[in-house]
């Protein structure tokens, strides 16, 4: 079964600290993996993709990284601002064809002054 | 504002009714995607159009479906609505065929309140 879980569910952390979020997935085929920052009542805004042969990828101060073959990724976020307060959700594609998105649940990420 | 508009904003209708939900892509964009995620859950892929076709199909109830029209805008046709059904409704496009190939740009979403 396509599966995609994320941890931990929520994270507190203070301003400045750096936080690490996890994904693990069980796809076949993958295809690709994406994380996306959704704002509270907001669409989900893209950070990363990750393709097989990427380990990581980094988008200011946001980096992904990809482990194929243990089928993990995480996200790391360094120096939180409180504008990183939101919900990151781990998204894969599977299927010769990509045509099956699968979502994790999210990481509720709350940032405090 | 990621180019991807949707209407309306808020939706508030009652058990039993159909509704639609209207969704313009980027300029350019040719797929066309609709995510339902509920209160405190995550997104959901129902369905995904491509140049008017139907692509991939989700966890799309037989009660819902879509279409996209020539100038590719989409909708997503609701009805017999069950108070389960509230949700946030979100459209995403992408430039690609296979849109997980790229990124996929989000709308601001339509909230569906079933009473």
């Known amino acids: 079964k396509n599966q995609v879980e994320q941890s931990p569910q929520s994270l507190i952390i203070l301003e400045g600290k750096n936080c690490t979020l996890q994904c693990n997935y069980t796809v076949s085929p993958f295809s690709n993996l994406r994380w996306y920052k959704q704002d509270t009542g907001r669409g989900p805004v893209s950070l990363t993709i990750m393709t097989f042969s990427e380990n990581t990828k980094s988008n200011g101060r946001y980096t992904a990284t990809l482990d194929a073959d243990t089928k993990q990724s995480s996200l790391h976020i360094t120096a939180s601002q409180l504008s990183d307060s939101a919900s990151y959700i781990c998204?894969?594609?599977?299927?010769?064809?990509?045509?099956?998105?699968?979502f994790g649940s999210g990481t509720r990420l709350s940032i405090r002054p | 504002d990621s180019g991807v508009t949707q209407t309306p904003k808020h939706l508030i209708t009652a058990t039993g009714q159909r509704v639609t939900l209207r969704c313009s892509p980027r300029s350019g964009d040719l797929s066309v995607y609709w995510y339902q995620q509920s209160l405190d859950q995550g997104l959901q892929f129902l369905i995904q159009?491509?140049?008017?076709?139907?692509?991939a199909k989700g966890n799309i109830l037989e009660r819902f479906s879509a279409q996209q029209f020539p100038d590719l805008h989409s909708e997503l046709n609701l009805s017999s609505l069950e108070l389960g059904d509230s949700a946030l409704y979100f459209c995403?496009?992408?430039?690609?065929?296979?849109?997980?190939?790229?990124?996929?740009?989000f709308g601001q979403g339509t909230r569906l309140t079933v009473v």
């Open positions: 995403a496009s992408s430039p690609r065929r296979q849109g997980s190939l790229g990124e996929a740009f």
């Open positions: 159009y491509y140049n008017g076709e139907e692509r």
């Open positions: 998204v894969v594609s599977a299927g010769s064809s990509a045509s099956k998105i699968i």
